[in-house]
């Protein structure tokens, strides 16, 4: 009875032996069978494509379009202000204005000359309130103070150009080749100084030039002028009323003409008549900036 009751009690242990053993496989399959699934799960979560933010992207493009629209804008703005107008007028032998092509005849051209005495910035002033362009010729002994310096350079910063009429007044028909480069070459250096570009223009006082000023003038890349027409200089002519009238009237006034006044009160008074007495007759004003130079 003993030995059966033994072998009852073997054969339970090894029937739990064996459940144990069953359990334990079953457990790690299991956990095999989860760790192949985490794995599964993780490869696709690395494959799985990251999603753009759309809106983002979206912005990042206008604003790259907007950048490239806005540095083709500067490129052509750049374009433009490098590349000089076409010229419109040439200058005759006889100092007239005459169109090139199809631009406007009926034309005048506005100079000032002596500039700045006492009455320049005023006479700038009052043609750019009229829209009226023109050539302002310097004196390099007008531009001994900063204070002069300043209203040449305003002058310039209106809009107006800056001719070149030596540096003292000198005749150049009665000084040395030496003196005469001297009376040029210098004030277009000064003129560089103060408002930072090269005259294109040159006067010689009195209209006075010579073979040599005139090589000169070639070299500095200047336009050389004298002009049509100017009275305010003479006695006859020292009042507002007389320089308005004979600037407006007299029978040398043509198409193309080239006016010549000076830094003068009398003629500082009467320039808002001028230009308008010539607008009256139907003339427009030649932009210096049209005209065709070296």
């Known amino acids: 009875m003993k030995k059966g009751i033994w072998m009852s009690l073997l054969a339970i242990m090894l029937f739990v032996s064996a459940c144990n053993q069953q359990s334990a496989e079953t457990s790690k399959e299991s956990s095999s069978e989860e760790g192949e699934q985490e794995e599964v799960k993780d490869k696709k979560e690395e494959e799985k494509p990251v999603k753009e933010d759309n809106t983002t992207s979206a912005t990042n493009t206008e604003d790259e ?25 040439e200058l005759t032998e006889s100092w007239d204005v005459k169109p090139i092509d199809d631009a406007e005849e009926k034309v005048v051209l506005l100079t000032i000359d002596d500039a700045p005495d006492k009455h320049a910035l005023q006479m700038a002033k009052t043609l750019k309130d009229l829209d009226a362009p023109a050539i302002f010729f310097v004196n390099g002994h007008f531009l001994n103070t900063e204070e002069e310096k300043n209203i040449v350079k305003e002058i310039h910063d209106m809009g107006f150009a800056i001719g070149n009429h030596t540096m003292d007044h000198q ?3 009665t000084v040395s080749q030496e003196e005469q480069k001297a009376q040029i ?15 294109e223009f040159f006067r010689a006082p009195h209209g006075a030039n010579t073979d040599y000023s005139k090589q000169v003038v070639e070299q500095e890349n200047m336009l050389l002028m004298n002009w049509t027409y100017g009275y305010d200089w003479n006695k006859e002519y020292m009042t507002e009323d007389a320089i308005a009238d004979i600037m407006v009237n007299t029978n040398l006034l043509h198409n193309g003409a080239n006016l ?3 830094d003068r009160e009398w003629t500082a008074k009467a320039l808002d008549d001028i230009v308008k007495g010539l607008r009256e007759k139907g003339y427009t004003f030649v932009n210096p900036d049209e005209i065709k130079t070296p």
Do not use: C, W
């Not at 950048?67 to 419109?88: F, I, L």
């Not at 070459?185 to 005259?199: A, D, F, H, Q």
């Open 185 to 199: 070459t210098p004030l277009s250096n000064l003129i560089e100084e103060v408002i930072g570009e090269r005259p």
């Open 260 to 262: 010549l006044m000076h």
């Open 171 to 173: 005749n150049l028909t």
């Open 65 to 89: 379009k907007q950048s490239e629209t806005d540095a083709d804008k500067e490129e052509d703005q750049t374009a433009t202000e490098s590349t000089p107008a076409k010229p419109q007028y």
